[in-house]
């Protein structure tokens, strides 16, 4: 059983490029999580999704973040014109559906450099 | 919300060395309280919880309590080892549903050989 997979590991972006970070849960997983971690300090949470549905989006920027979590494939945080600010480890973890103990398992993160 | 504090930010021991890492919360509705270790580069990892309706759990030379009274929680690790040097982050959170996990800001474990 696969654990939660994430792509790219890295990724580097220019000011005003877009940014495409991918997140495959663990098998039976429908919860999906997004979190930002900046260097040496804590996970923040950004939004929170179940296939097809945005369940909680309160720790996400209302401006150039996005994220979906679509019937098939991964679920996808999409940040459009990146600034330098956004340089942070993204990641992403999964879980069970609700009615079990929200255990959380992660993804190896996306490291997003922007120049 | 629901907010966590995380003390101390940095601990450093030495080998053979205990070392105590303590949470409190605001939410007295939480009910779940995970223990996350992530090295460096790496990602989070669940070591640990421990779920309201017990004080203590013991897991090798780790162990966690919880003070439901008081709100705050501990992780406990006893006889340290090199590869025990992480960040170690607490959470707090509510039985399923859609609650989401508040973290603490974590603690830099250093354990000196």
């Known amino acids: 059983n696969a654990g939660v997979m994430q792509n790219p590991r890295h990724l580097v972006r220019r000011r005003g490029q877009e940014a495409r970070l991918r997140c495959s849960p663990m098998k039976g997983h429908s919860h999906v999580y997004w979190y930002r971690q900046l260097p040496e300090e804590g996970l923040k949470f950004m939004v929170y999704l179940q296939k097809e ?14 994220a979906e979590f679509p019937k098939e494939g991964p679920s996808i945080l999409r940040i459009q014109q990146v600034v330098r600010g956004d340089s942070a480890a993204y990641f992403c973890a999964s879980s069970r559906p609700a009615g079990t103990y929200n255990e959380q398992f992660f993804g190896p993160g996306t490291r997003l450099t922007v120049l | 919300g629901e907010n966590v504090e995380q ?11 205990s070392a105590v890492i303590k949470c409190t919360y605001s939410d007295s509705a939480s009910n779940y ?8 580069g790496k990602r989070p990892q669940l070591i640990i919880d421990i779920r309201s309706n017990v004080g203590e759990k013991k897991d090798q030379r780790i162990a966690v309590t919880l003070n439901k009274t008081a709100k705050h929680f501990s992780l406990h690790i006893t006889e340290t080892q090199p590869e025990d040097s992480a960040v170690y982050f607490c959470a707090a959170s509510i039985r399923g549903g859609s609650y989401i996990p508040t973290f603490g800001r974590g603690t830099s474990l250093i354990v000196h050989p």
């Open chain 2, 33 to 40: 309280f995970p223990w996350y270790k992530q090295e460096l």
């Open chain 1, 53 to 66: 549905n945005i369940i909680d989006e309160s720790g996400m920027p209302k401006e150039r973040f996005s």
């Open chain 2, 7 to 17: 003390h101390p930010s940095t601990l450093s021991v030495q080998e053979g060395d």
